[in-house]
């Protein structure tokens, strides 16, 4: 946000870069053998059918784990996502709230109001540039829980804010990128860390640089816990070296590469965690 706000509590081709974590053989049969949480997902909504998919899934007691909202060339917004009846998928059955449409300041005003009744934003996400910038968040009520929410800042105060964060013993929780090429915008959430994992933010980086900055650092640990993806095309990741279990991430998908991709992790008890598009390109990641 503006306001640091501390509460105390190519396309057409899919790149190498899917992983599994590392873990135990204990561990991973025991995942094989945990069912994923009741989920719906989507991608390539119009903000009428992100409206009207919002009602049903409400009304059918899903919960929103993540959204995106990206533009294509002629300017038309486009959402994905993904909702679950079990808090298992974000870790909690925290009350929520969703905003989708806004723009910069009213994503303030939002903010704002629901910081004042103790929520605090989970994931946010943003396309477009200047008074065109449109954002969609996706809220959680969790009085007392310390984190930082920021937007409109450039690369350079997002590594200096990422800095500040880790010295105040946060970590990010949700990062997106939106604005032009030569002014390239941040939207993003740090969050308390009591377990002090260790982490890093990577950004700017070309399918090539993203795809080396993967495997060496999945060779040391690592995980990647949020990725986007910029109208030109550079990747922005966050990196965890917790251990969740077993996990995939794949970037540099189309939309048609993305189905795909979802219909064959599905089938094998993978559920999306994290989705971002931009300009068609997709990237996500996923859990058991």
């Known amino acids: 946000m503006k306001k640091n706000r501390r509460l105390l509590a190519a396309m057409a081709a899919l790149t190498l870069t899917a992983a599994i974590a590392p873990a135990p053989p204990a561990l991973a049969a025991s995942t094989r053998a ?95 540039s200047g008074a065109r ?72 980086l070309t399918q090539e640089d993203h795809d080396f900055e993967f495997k060496k650092h999945v060779a040391k640990g690592y995980r990647p816990t949020a990725i986007a993806v910029s109208a030109t095309g550079l990747y922005t990741v966050v990196w965890r070296d917790d251990k969740p279990g077993a996990w995939y991430s794949y970037s540099g998908m189309t939309a048609a590469g993305y189905q795909s991709r979802f219909e064959e992790l599905k089938a094998k008890g993978f559920y999306p965690i994290n989705i971002n598009a931009e300009m068609g390109r997709y990237a996500a990641i996923w859990t058991k």
Request: charged share 15%.
């Open 34 to 128: 945990q069912a994923a949480p009741p989920f719906v997902a989507y991608h390539n909504l119009t903000s009428a059918q992100q409206t009207e998919r919002f009602n049903t899934l409400r009304a059918q007691g899903y919960r929103p784990i993540t959204v995106s909202i990206s533009s294509d060339l002629s300017g038309r917004i486009w959402y994905a996502g993904m909702w679950s009846t079990s808090g298992r998928a974000m870790g909690g059955d925290l009350p929520w709230a969703m905003y989708q449409d806004m723009s910069a300041d009213g994503y303030q005003k939002r903010f704002d109001q629901l910081a004042a009744q103790g929520y605090q934003p989970a994931a946010v996400s943003a396309t477009g």
């Open 133 to 204: 910038a449109r954002f969609a968040a996706i809220f959680v009520k969790n009085p007392g829980y310390r984190y930082v929410a920021k937007h409109d800042i450039s690369p350079a105060q997002l590594l200096q804010m990422t800095g500040t964060a880790r010295e105040d013993g946060l970590m990010p929780a949700s990062v997106d990128v939106y604005g032009t090429a030569d002014a390239p915008r941040y939207v993003a959430v740090w969050v308390a860390n009591p377990g002090r994992v260790r982490w890093l933010v990577r950004t700017g």
